[in-house]
């Protein structure tokens, strides 16, 4: 007979047959029958001495599946006896790591190997879910580096599988053998002992599986499968399905604890140093995690082994072990994955704190930008991987270079957006597109919206809210709002001071910010106001005077018919019903005592929504006057007042003593109390009178009847309303929300003195409001 060679690397040179224990012609290797100390062959070329548990003379002629188990058993207990000492186990493996410095690149191998394992182990939606990595792993397997470090590689792989297999049908001490693999992987990383080991593994489980899936269908895997035993143990697999399933468990266990490890090798050393402790407390687990790993592969090929050798009827009480590692390995990968977590949300901080570093440097005044394309790509979506934006008009998805070098508005809100104000937006927009030749009308407009990062996935509910909304816009919009990331977010509320209301941020084509927010113009001024800068909203205000359009601005085309045809207009509000009833009556007398021609429309109030409606139904069941019936008439009618004075806030001039600045503080602040009333004559204001004003100097008429025919009626109700006014002296109030810019002190309206600050707690009992209230 020929000298036989040493069949694998780690196993010394056996003379004679190599052949399972049990087979018929089996006979003792020659050792004692303790076993003995070999010379292996490590990685680096030196020799190391290991103790390699074998069959002493006594067990040279087990013939029978019982003996052989009884073997097995022993020698397993031995060698957990032997290792009870986990400190002294690991010292022994970490003796054995001496890396050289080479990298591997594990991801596309391990990308191969977890889908042999999971076909292997039936993991159908692990396979479903894989099918991305799969699609990246083909595609890099066709990479020549890739297909270079397999070749590299394959030399250690094969040699691993053949120790697994050797030792496994030798009945091996699981430890030596787990050991005599760190010791030939020495100069390997963790992540890389861990990955080849595992493919080792695979390559014989994957074989294993191959066959038994294909040998009754090919008769060449029929004839290996044969070879091998496999019908015969394949014919009894209900018996065996414990077994196979404690297996499956463990191999899907330590494919999840290899994945953990060597998604801590990729972390980004820019982000996380090893003085993490995160990262510390893991590295330090790492090695143990590794052992065990291996340690369970050792386990699973001698549970293959033993069931080929031994036959169906062994093992079936004996998948303990397999649960009993297959529970430690949870144990490890769960205190892995959660310093994995640590890890992620530690460089999750540290790159948002760097995108809030680039986004501040970008929006710096005194740098200057090509285009808007890095300002929008910095806010919206940096990569060139999907189209970001949907467009209003089409419902397609575009990229953002539809917005390259425009005039664009950025509008942010949060999902809480009223239709009110969406439904004035969208008309305001609308008009703009009718003349898109018009200079006013070079804009677009995107929406940004703000969502709750801390909960992800978007709920079901937030989901459909957004897409609601979304379809509702006939401007850009963001395609999904987890595109907008916390950076941004965070961003927008510093430096644009976004709350809970909406705001406008302007950026000329280059992306330089013209204005933080210029909600207030548009609501104002509509598209007039372009291109939003402070200079034209000071500009505007200069053409501004004291009028009735000031305060409707379109609102209402009746009222501005009553304009034109020169009539007095009482403007006018509150929630006391008993108020709005005498008020209402008492101006419809003193008109037809006095002849005028006198119209009345009831506006509302700021708040009280609920209340407002009511008085609204009252009006019209009495026929007292002319009421908005479109509440989102009522909301655009005071959310421009509170514009226009945040607007005189955001130019720094709250406490301009200008008439119109005057009076408009005037009107927000009778609005919070009480009933008011404006009376024009045509375009000009008459008198802006609180309640306790207004209906005293109305019910007064037949005091100042008799300054009618000299003064007329409208010097003769102002003149008497005045002295009304200088005794009453009602008192002005204006309540900011936490989520508004507030001036640092105001001046009175009435009496021009520094208003005193107060803190105060307000609740209308009102669930709907009128939204978007600045006050």
Not at 6 to 30: D, E, M
Not at 251 to 268: G, S, Y
Not at 443 to 448: A, C, G, P, S
């Amino acid at each position: 007979m020929a000298q036989p060679t040493n069949t694998g690397p780690f196993h010394p040179l056996v003379k004679g047959p190599v052949n399972k224990p049990g087979g018929a012609s089996a006979k003792p290797p020659p050792v004692d029958n303790h076993g003995a100390a070999h010379s292996l062959p490590n990685n680096s070329g030196s020799t190391s001495m290991l103790h390699i548990a074998t069959p002493g003379a006594s067990h040279a002629h087990m013939k029978g599946p019982s003996a052989s188990q009884a073997l097995i058993r022993a020698d397993r207990t031995t060698g957990m006896l032997a290792m009870s000492d986990d400190n002294v186990m690991m010292n022994q493996i970490l003796s054995t790591h001496a890396p050289d410095g080479r990298e591997v690149d594990v991801r596309p191998l391990l990308y191969l190997v977890e889908d042999i394992l999971n076909r292997a182990t039936q993991h159908v939606d692990v396979i479903v879910k894989g099918t991305q990595a799969q699609i990246e792993m083909e595609e890099k397997a066709q990479q020549a580096n890739y297909i270079a470090m397999l070749e590299a590689l394959t030399f250690t792989i094969d040699r691993i599988a053949c120790e697994l297999s050797y030792k496994a049908y030798r009945g091996s001490d699981a430890h030596a053998t787990t050991t005599a693999i760190f010791n030939f992987l020495s100069s390997y990383t963790w992540d890389a002992k861990l990955v080849l080991s595992l493919s080792a593994f695979a390559l014989n489980y994957g074989e294993f599986w191959l066959l038994a899936q294909i040998y009754s269908t090919n008769q060449l895997a029929k004839s290996m499968a044969i070879l091998k035993q496999l019908p015969s143990l394949l014919e009894h697999t209900a018996p065996l399905k414990p077994r196979f399933d404690a297996l499956n468990t463990l191999i899907r266990t330590m494919m999840d604890v290899t994945r953990c490890v060597v998604e801590f090798k990729e972390l980004p050393s820019m982000y996380i140093s090893q003085d993490a402790p995160a990262l510390a407390t893991a590295l330090n687990l790492i090695p143990t995690a590794v052992y065990w790993t291996i340690r369970s592969m050792v386990a699973c090929a001698t549970q293959i082994s033993s069931l080929i050798t031994m036959g169906h009827e062994y093992g079936i009480s004996e998948s303990w072990e397999l649960s009993t590692l297959a529970h430690k390995l949870r144990n490890i990968h769960e205190h892995l994955r959660q310093q994995l977590n640590f890890c992620y949300r530690y460089i999750e901080e540290k790159k948002d704190v760097e995108t809030y570093q680039m986004l501040l440097n970008l929006f710096d005044p005194n740098m200057m930008h090509i285009d808007n394309m890095k300002i929008l790509k910095a806010l919206i979506y940096a990569r060139d991987d999907k189209l970001p934006l949907i467009d209003g008009a089409t419902r397609r998805k575009v990229g953002l270079d539809v917005l390259r070098r425009k005039n664009v508005l950025l509008l942010i809100s949060s999902l809480d957006f009223s239709s009110d104000e969406l439904a004035i937006l969208e008309q305001i927009y609308n008009d703009s597109r009718i003349h898109e030749t018009r200079l006013e009308s070079q804009y677009e407009v995107v929406w940004i919206p703000i969502v709750d990062r801390s909960v992800v996935p978007l709920s079901e509910e937030t989901r459909t809210k957004f897409e609601t909304l979304r379809s509702t816009m006939p401007w850009y919009s963001v395609e999904d709002p987890l595109l907008i990331e916390k950076p941004v977010i965070r961003f927008i509320k510093e430096v644009w001071h976004f709350r809970t209301k909406p705001i406008l941020v302007v950026l000329d084509p280059q992306g330089k910010v013209l204005s933080p927010n210029a909600i207030h113009m548009m609501w104002i001024w509509g598209s007039t106001a372009f291109p939003f800068t402070s200079l034209r909203e000071e500009a505007l205000w200069r053409d501004e005077t004291w009028r009735l359009e000031l305060l409707i601005d379109g609102i209402d085309p009746m009222i501005l018919n009553w304009i034109k045809e020169g009539k007095y207009i009482f403007l006018y509000g509150g929630d006391d019903v008993e108020w709005v009833r005498k008020f209402a009556t008492s101006a419809r007398r003193v008109a037809s005592a006095s002849g005028i021609p006198l119209e009345m429309v009831y506006v509302g109030k700021s708040n009280k929504r609920e209340k407002v409606t009511k008085v609204t139904s009252i009006i019209n069941a009495e026929n007292l006057s002319h009421a908005w019936q479109d509440q989102a008439m009522v909301w655009f009618f005071w959310t421009r007042l509170e514009s226009m004075l945040f607007s005189k806030i955001q130019l720094g001039r709250a406490d301009d003593q200008d008439p119109v600045m005057l009076q408009i503080k005037k009107l927000l602040s009778y609005g919070r109390e009480g009933g008011w009333a404006v009376l024009s004559r045509g375009s000009d204001i008459v008198v802006n009178g609180h309640s306790t004003t207004i209906l005293p100097a109305v019910g007064g008429y037949d005091e100042w009847k008799v300054n009618v025919a000299d003064k007329g009626f409208k010097l003769a109700f102002k003149e008497y309303h005045d002295r009304l006014h200088d005794v009453a002296h009602p008192c002005c109030r204006f309540e900011f929300p936490t989520a508004t810019k507030v001036p640092e002190s105001m001046r009175c309206p009435e009496c021009l003195r520094i208003m005193e600050t107060y803190t105060s707690f307000v609740c209308c009992h009102d669930e709907q409001g009128i939204p978007g209230s600045l006050f």
